[in-house]
């Protein structure tokens, strides 16, 4: 705006200074009008000329030469004055020269100003701008910066929940450890009372190796004085070693049956008998005995019922296999009719396979190279009924439930209680019976 006033102030300064190069009153004689009219003229201030170039108007004045008519004054007279009036002329266009020269340096000055406030204005333009777009960036950081403090605000939570379970699993830990060393010092103690039991093993085992030794030296001793040559001696020792493979067996039974029997054990009791001096007293034999035949009790029932619940499976499976039947309690299936019938009183040559329901093998008289031959009636129902079914030398597979087999005491050590049977029947020959 002050840009504007400026430019409008400076025409009407010059307007004003062109007014006054004219006075109202100057009288209009023939120099005057030549001096105000000359617009080229050397002699003439250049602000006469400047001045109507500034308003785009022609120059008013124009060189007009006296009329005759015109009375002559007289020369030295005019002369004077028109000197006077020169001279004050000169001076006021001298003075308004001046004027006007300090007025264009003003308007220099105006307009460097100008330049220097547009710059500035520029300058200040692109500064807004900066500001502008740092505030944008501002304004950016602040949202990133809420994010962030939103992230840490989430990120505080997680940890303070990450911090809960860390305590959690440190009193955890704490209370593992603490239980895990009750259960190291339990175990220290069991370790120790097994070292003492060791121990006493080992101490019994030495005294039994001793026993046995003193015990095979005498047997030794006894053997150079007995004479198996002789008949009664002969005797005497199949006696021993019947004594001996009923023991045998008794220890294998009982094992099979789960009852683990220590061997040197039972043959140090045995040695201690013929020498009679027991090492234990009857009332901790009868213990001992009272124990050993509970064990055995749990594990033949346990042994029974598992052995019961397998068989009826295997024979649910069996029944539903195509020819089976069901007669005289038991399951038959025909793998080979053979030819001709047998009549009940008709000799019947046969092989037979003992097998548990898991294919362990009891008996197999084929491998053997040995026959079972008897009249068909004579034979048990749960066989008969099957063979009556088959011709001579037909086969046959028959699946016997356990309460017409071995029952609930099986046959130790090979057959648990409870047990389903299988067997695989082929009639070698038929003897026909004579009429």
Avoid at 252 to 261: H, I
Avoid at 289 to 305: D, G, H, P, T
Avoid at 343 to 357: A, N, R, S
């Amino acid at each position: 705006m002050k840009r504007h006033s400026l430019i409008l102030h400076v025409p009407l300064a010059i307007t004003f200074l062109y007014g006054l190069s004219h006075p109202a009153n100057a009288e209009e004689d023939p120099l005057a009008v030549i001096t105000a009219s000359s617009n080229f003229d050397n002699s003439v201030p250049a602000i006469l000329n400047y001045a109507q170039q500034e308003q785009g108007k022609p120059s008013s004045g124009s060189v007009q030469v006296a009329p005759k008519t015109q009375k002559r004054v007289q020369a030295s007279d005019k002369k004077s004055s028109l000197d006077t009036k020169y001279s004050q002329q000169q001076g006021w266009l001298t003075q308004k020269d001046a004027t006007i020269r300090q007025l264009q340096m003003q308007l220099a000055d105006k307009n460097a100003q100008e330049e220097t406030f547009s710059q500035k204005e520029e300058e200040l333009t692109t500064q807004i701008k900066a500001l502008q777009t740092q505030l944008g960036a501002q304004k950016l950081q602040n949202t990133e910066l809420a994010d962030v403090q939103k992230q840490s605000a989430l990120l505080e939570a997680q940890l303070k929940e990450k911090g809960t379970q860390l305590e959690t699993l440190t009193q955890k830990l704490n209370d593992n450890q603490q239980q895990h060393s009750t259960q190291v010092s339990t175990l220290q103690e069991q370790l120790n009372q097994e070292s003492l039991a060791v121990k006493a093993k080992e101490a019994e085992l030495a005294k039994i190796t001793s026993d046995f030794s003193q015990f095979k030296d005498e047997a030794a001793k006894k053997s150079a004085v007995v004479d198996l040559k002789l008949v009664p001696q002969q005797q005497a020792y199949s006696i021993g070693v019947s004594l001996g493979n009923d023991v045998l067996q008794e220890l294998n039974t009982r094992e099979a049956q789960g009852v683990k029997v220590d061997r040197d054990a039972a043959l140090l009791g045995i040695s201690d008998v013929f020498k009679g001096t027991l090492a234990l007293d009857e009332g901790t034999r009868n213990k001992s005995l009272a124990a050993a035949s509970q064990a055995l009790y749990e594990n033949l029932s346990k042994a029974e019922s598992q052995s019961i619940k397998e068989g009826k499976l295997y024979q649910q499976k069996f029944a539903k296999q195509k020819g089976v039947e069901f007669k005289e309690g038991v399951y038959s299936k025909i793998d080979y009719a053979g030819q001709e019938a047998i009549e009940p009183e008709d000799t019947v040559v046969i092989v037979m396979k003992e097998t548990l329901t898991d294919g362990t093998v009891i008996t197999d008289m084929d491998a053997a190279g040995k026959v079972w031959s008897q009249p068909l009636s004579a034979y048990p129902p749960i066989f008969s009924g099957p063979l009556k079914r088959l011709g001579n030398h037909g086969s046959i597979t028959v699946v016997v439930p356990p309460d017409l087999a071995y029952g609930s005491k099986g046959l130790p050590p090979k057959i648990p209680p409870g047990a389903t049977m299988t067997y695989s029947i082929r009639v070698v020959d038929v003897i026909k019976k004579t009429k």
